[in-house]
């Protein structure tokens, strides 16, 4: 069930970004599936915020690598956590790690 829990919470980057760690995190009781809810839903606010000023300075140009760079992360990380998950390894969001420990 934790793997589920994990692999539903990283997954939820394309269905409910917001929603599904939320729940989780009013939900479930382990402090891990807690914390990886969290640290899922400081990564999808942090991604949309740095997506959306990328997109804003890609007028000027200089947004446009800062634009594909955030969301091939936005992309990739979550595939990599969904991948930890299914073999039961440890997976910190970048960005949100900083600030949920």
């Known amino acids: ?3 589920g829990l994990k692999i539903l919470i990283h997954a939820s980057t394309w269905f409910a ?5 939320i729940i989780t995190w009013l939900v479930v009781k382990e402090h891990e599936i807690r914390k990886l809810s969290l ?3 400081v990564f999808h606010i942090a991604m949309v915020v740095l997506i ?5 300075l890609s007028f000027l140009l200089i947004g446009i690598p800062f ?3 955030f ?6 990380a979550p595939i990599i956590g969904i991948i ?5 390894e440890r997976f910190d969001y970048p960005i ?5 420990r």
Do not use: N
């Not at 930890?84 to 039961?88: F, G, I, K, Q, W």
């Not at 949100?96 to 949920?100: H, L, Q, R, T, Y």
């Open 1 to 3: 069930m934790k793997a």
């Open 39 to 41: 640290q899922a839903l």
């Open 67 to 69: 634009l594909i760079i």
């Open 17 to 21: 970004p917001v929603l599904v760690p």
């Open 84 to 88: 930890r998950a299914l073999t039961d």
């Open 96 to 100: 949100a790690k900083w600030f949920i």
């Open 52 to 56: 959306g000023l990328s997109a804003v």
């Open 71 to 76: 969301g091939l992360m936005a992309l990739i």
